[in-house]
């Protein structure tokens, strides 16, 4: 499942560049993956707010399009449109408000057992109906025109926020928790987000040197790996991680980079974000021309769990944390 996701995922990108429409060890081949939303582009990254106090229990928000939308009381049927918001609520701990979920919702591992309404591109409207869910709620993955569709068949739907920061990620887990009742979870929540980024961030202030890591997003072509560019979230964490992501000096969020000049760069770290979809370690040692890299001959090679990094849900700081323990694996954290 979350290799299906994270091809389908990285694919999507690709496709909507092309269209120009959207958004520590010795040895690594023994070096497992950190134990357990790039960030793509939304509509428009307006913050949600809320709108209107008033003396009942009814909510109004302005969510990711720009639309305000209301809600009597807080939801208790929920649909989720993306594996973000599923972590979120789940988070929160309103699974039981949760009665639907996208394909590729796969964690925790209890939402794969609520009815699915589809992939990314293509959801099930006559499932969404029949769920009758009091709220939808979208992603930045997720277009306009998905919820306009929605919305045409007079179900609530909001879009949250694809954030560009934590503290942008920690208002979205204070919208959702306003949409859903558990506000009180959220506090608590973000609190320990905030503090694990705390923790690490104090221990990579210890250190002067930042090495150069490459963040692979998708290896099958060696010849031109895809990576992480700038002002994405991978880039973000890998720098608060105390780290330089080679990627940021290209052009675009997701961006090809040649063998050359990855050789040029000389990456003193590689992590394979598509390991969740195959990809080896002892595959990237046998590439040719790669055992030139300084990652490579020093065996800093390791495969690492892309959805902690990719998905902006409650996952993030821990995403934060398993960089900063793999680029300064020195450190004690």
Same mark, same amino acid.
């Given at each position: 499942?979350?290799?299906?996701?994270?091809?389908?995922?990285?694919?999507?990108?690709?496709?909507?560049?092309?269209?120009?429409?959207?958004?520590?060890?010795?040895?690594?081949?023994?070096?497992?993956?950190?134990?357990?939303?790039?960030?793509?582009?939304?509509?428009?990254?307006?913050?949600?707010?809320?709108?209107?106090?008033?003396?009942?229990?009814?909510?109004?928000?302005?969510?990711?399009?720009?639309?305000?939308?209301?809600?009597?009381?807080?939801?208790?049927?929920?649909?989720?449109?993306?594996?973000?918001?599923?972590?979120?609520?789940?988070?929160?701990?309103?699974?039981?408000?949760?009665?639907?979920?996208?394909?590729?919702?796969?964690?925790?591992?209890?939402?794969?057992?609520?009815?699915?309404? #589809?992939?990314?591109?293509?959801?099930?409207? +006559? @499932?969404?109906?029949?769920?009758? &869910? !009091?709220?939808? %709620?979208?992603?930045?993955?997720?277009?306009?025109?998905?919820?306009?569709?929605?919305?045409?068949?007079?179900?609530?739907?909001?879009?949250?926020?694809?954030?560009?920061?934590?503290?942008?990620?920690?208002?979205?887990?204070?919208?959702?928790?306003?949409?859903?009742?558990?506000?009180?979870?959220?506090?608590?929540?973000?609190?320990?987000?905030?503090?694990?980024?705390?923790?690490?961030?104090?221990?990579?202030?210890?250190?002067?040197?930042?090495?150069?890591?490459?963040?692979?997003?998708?290896?099958?072509?060696?010849?031109?790996?895809?990576?992480?560019?700038?002002?994405?979230?991978?880039?973000?964490?890998?720098?608060?991680?105390?780290?330089?992501?080679?990627?940021?000096?290209?052009? #675009?969020?997701?961006?090809?980079?040649?063998? +050359? @000049?990855?050789?040029?760069?000389? &990456? !003193?770290?590689? %992590?394979?974000?598509?390991?969740?979809?195959?990809?080896?370690?002892?595959?990237?040692?046998?590439?040719?021309?790669?055992?030139?890299?300084?990652?490579?001959?020093?065996?800093?090679?390791?495969?690492?769990?892309?959805?902690?990094?990719?998905?902006?849900?409650?996952?993030?700081?821990?995403?934060?944390?398993?960089?900063?323990?793999?680029?300064?694996?020195?450190?004690?954290?």
């Amino acid at each position: 499942m979350q290799q299906t996701y994270q091809k389908s995922k990285f694919l999507l990108s690709l496709s909507l560049l092309v269209l120009i429409t959207l958004l520590s060890g010795c040895n690594p081949i023994v070096a497992q993956p950190p134990t357990t939303t790039p960030a793509l582009p939304q509509p428009s990254p307006v913050a949600s707010t809320l709108q209107i106090s008033t003396p009942d229990t009814s909510i109004t928000l302005i969510d990711g399009l720009g639309r305000k939308v209301t809600l009597k009381t807080p939801a208790q049927r929920v649909i989720s449109l993306a594996p973000s918001n599923t972590e979120i609520l789940f988070a929160l701990s309103a699974a039981q408000q949760v009665v639907g979920r996208d394909d590729f919702s796969n964690y925790p591992p209890e939402a794969t057992s609520l009815p699915s309404i #589809g992939g990314i591109q293509k959801h099930n409207l +006559e @499932e969404i109906v029949r769920l009758q &869910p !009091d709220l939808v %709620l979208a992603a930045g993955i997720n277009s306009a025109e998905q919820v306009k569709d929605i919305e045409e068949l007079g179900i609530t739907i909001f879009l949250v926020s694809n954030p560009k920061t934590f503290e942008e990620l920690y208002t979205n887990i204070n919208t959702v928790a306003t949409l859903v009742g558990k506000q009180e979870n959220a506090t608590q929540l973000v609190q320990q987000m905030k503090e694990q980024v705390e923790k690490t961030q104090n221990a990579v202030q210890k250190v002067s040197y930042k090495p150069k890591v490459f963040y692979e997003l998708d290896g099958s072509d060696p010849t031109k790996p895809w990576t992480s560019g700038p002002g994405t979230f991978v880039d973000m964490l890998i720098n608060m991680a105390g780290g330089q992501n080679i990627g940021a000096s290209l052009q #675009g969020d997701w961006a090809q980079i040649s063998q +050359e @000049e990855l050789l040029v760069q000389n &990456p !003193d770290i590689i %992590l394979l974000g598509d390991s969740l979809f195959g990809m080896t370690v002892e595959e990237v040692i046998q590439r040719p021309g790669w055992k030139e890299m300084k990652a490579v001959q020093e065996q800093r090679v390791y495969p690492f769990n892309d959805d902690l990094v990719s998905r902006p849900g409650p996952r993030l700081s821990t995403g934060l944390f398993e960089l900063a323990k793999i680029i300064h694996s020195d450190l004690e954290f």
